[in-house]
Structure formats: C-alpha cells, structure tokens
C-alpha cells in the first residue's frame, strides 16, 4: 500500500497551515505570534521544516464562533451539509484503519446514523471520537474490535469525557434497542469501553488551539471526498456532491493514512490550520460558484431536515441495531 514520506505528507496541508510562536514570559501574560502560511523546505537530515514570515494584524481573521459550528468555517456549507462530512469523516476513518475492503460501507453508515441519531451526539463528541480514531492510526495497532463497536465504544468515551452529564450504561442499551437490565449486555458494553480506553491509553485530552487545529484538519480531510461543490452566485446555498470513483476515494485513503501516520499530532499545540485558505484554493477546482440561471438547471437542494440544537440528527427509521 502506497505510504507517502514525512515531507509528502506535510506538503498534502501546505497551503493551510500558519505556524505559531508562542512567546514565553514571566511578567507578561503568554500571547501568539500569527504567521503566515510557510513553504516547506527539507533540511539536510530529510526533515521537513517551516520558513516562517510576520503577517499584518489586519490580514489576521479572528473568529467568534467556535469550531463545532458551521459558520466557523465558511458561509457556502449549510448544517446539514456540515453533518453530513463529518460522518463521512468518521466512516473514513474507519475504512483507513481497517481497509476499505474489510468495511460494508452501506452497513457501517446506517449504524452510524443510528448511534448518532438516537444518543443525540454533540457536533463536538463526534470531532473529538475521530480524533481519537486518528490517534489509532497513528499507532498502527490494529483494533481487536470490529469497526461497529469500535465506533460505538468511542462515542462512548468521547461522550463521557466531553460532557459533565451523560448517559448511564443502560440508556446506552435502549440506545442499541437491547434489555437495559440484561447483565450479559451491560458487560459487553463495558468491555467494549475498557477497550477502547485502553488503545488511548487513557489520554483522552484535547482542548483549546489544538482542538480547533484538529477539526481544521478534520473538516479539509472530510472535503477532499467531495467532488465537486456548487455555489449559487450572490447566495450562500450550495450544492454538494460526493466523489463516487472508488480507484479515486482509495487512492484518497490511502494518501491521508500516509499523512495521518507521519503527522505528530502535538504539533496541534503550535501550528495554526485554516480551512477557510484551503477552501479558497479550491474554487475553480473543486468550488465553483454558478450564475442563477446555471445553477437553476442542476440537482435541487433538498430543504434541511429538522435538527435539535447541536446534535447530528439524521431522519432515519427507528429501528434495533443488531450489530453488536
């Protein structure tokens, strides 16, 4: 299986990432140095290194929105859409860990759906249960789980470390559609948590600049499965559509598992990642914006389907999920 070098799997974010400097002070309160996005050079030693440059505090976008919402990003992706790559991050995920040909896709995504609809997940647990799908790349050990309970037990994790109240373990049960009193049950959802804590070592932390670079990367690596994206010229709707190429979506695979086995993910610590420069480099790509009368001869854009607050909430028929 093709796996790029350290120095290809940097250039795949190269024109996204800003590097950051923290200064270090005693007497003054620690603040931020904003660079502007730096070519990668190779030293001698084959090791990838960032040029860094200043940038003008008025070329400096400043967000008041945070990074579980879709607005932090760019106003061309609506909320549904926004759901809708995320869970095609997670269920990609999965196929780099496992191989695509060890995942029914159509099975996996019904699951999913499922999980997320029916335990209300926040947009924030299901970017912080792919970052810890990433990490299970980055160590390259193969989970003794099968992709549905892997998930599952993230989730789980995700959940309890990402919100102060949560569900005990059998709602999870009525969750999955089983007896909530049934032992047998209640102990394999309880194995399935030990082992995925476990495979994190139990270092489940993620917060501030580094949560926010993670769902930057996050959300570029969910857009380069997208084909094409139409926007409406004047408007903020759009139109997604899904690349369906399978020899394209592997090679994709297989070009962001070379990334995110190289990637060191403390470096979330100091570098800033902006999705709203990789976007920008990719209209007249991948992003382009129709005039009215061209944009009126394409697919209609189903209306949003309803949503509960920041949940993914995806309408689909209740149903037991017999996966487990």
């Known amino acids: 299986m093709y ?10 974010l190269n024109q996204v990432i800003t590097a950051t400097e923290k200064e270090k002070t005693t007497n003054t309160r620690a603040t931020t140095s904003l660079l502007t996005p ?3 050079v190779t030293t001698k030693n084959n090791t990838p290194s960032i040029q860094q440059q200043q940038e003008s505090p008025e070329q400096l976008g400043t ?30 995920l999965l196929k780099i860990i496992y191989g695509s040909e060890s995942i029914d896709t159509k099975s996996l995504s019904l699951y999913i759906f499922e999980i997320l609809r029916r335990s209300k997940t926040s947009i924030q647990t299901l970017q912080l249960t792919c970052f810890y799908l990433f990490k299970l790349i980055k160590s390259g050990d193969v989970p003794t789980l099968d992709p549905k309970k892997l998930f599952l037990g993230m ?3 995700s ?7 949560n569900y005990s373990m059998k709602s999870w ?3 999955l559609g089983l007896c909530p009193d049934d032992i047998n049950s209640i102990k394999m959802v ?17 917060s501030g600049l580094k949560y926010e670079n993670w769902c930057n990367v996050l959300i570029i690596f969910g857009y380069d499965f997208i084909k094409r994206h139409n926007i409406k010229q004047h408007q903020e709707s759009s139109e997604i559509i899904w690349e369906t190429n399978h020899i394209i979506i592997e090679n994709r695979l297989n070009k962001w598992k070379g990334f995110f086995e190289h990637f060191k993910y403390d470096n979330l610590n100091f570098i800033k990642i902006n999705f709203h420069k990789f976007f920008q480099n990719q209209i007249n790509k991948k992003v382009f914006v129709l005039k009215v009368d061209e944009s009126s001869s394409s697919a209609s854009i189903p209306p949003n389907r309803k949503r509960c607050g920041e949940s993914i909430d995806i309408c689909l028929k209740k149903q037991r999920i017999d996966s487990i």
Do not use: M
């Open 3 to 12: 796996s790029p070098s350290p120095l290809t799997a940097n250039i795949i």
């Open 38 to 40: 730096p070519p990668t």
């Open 63 to 92: 967000s008041t929105v945070a990074p579980n919402n879709v607005g932090y990003y760019t106003k061309h992706l609506n909320k549904s859409q926004f759901n809708s790559i995320l869970i095609n991050c997670s269920i990609n």
């Open 155 to 157: 989730i789980i994790v």
């Open 159 to 165: 959940s309890k470390f990402n919100q102060d109240y």
């Open 173 to 175: 049960l009525k969750i």
């Open 190 to 206: 309880q194995e399935i948590e030990r082992n995925c804590l476990s495979s994190l070592n139990y270092e489940l932390f993620l």
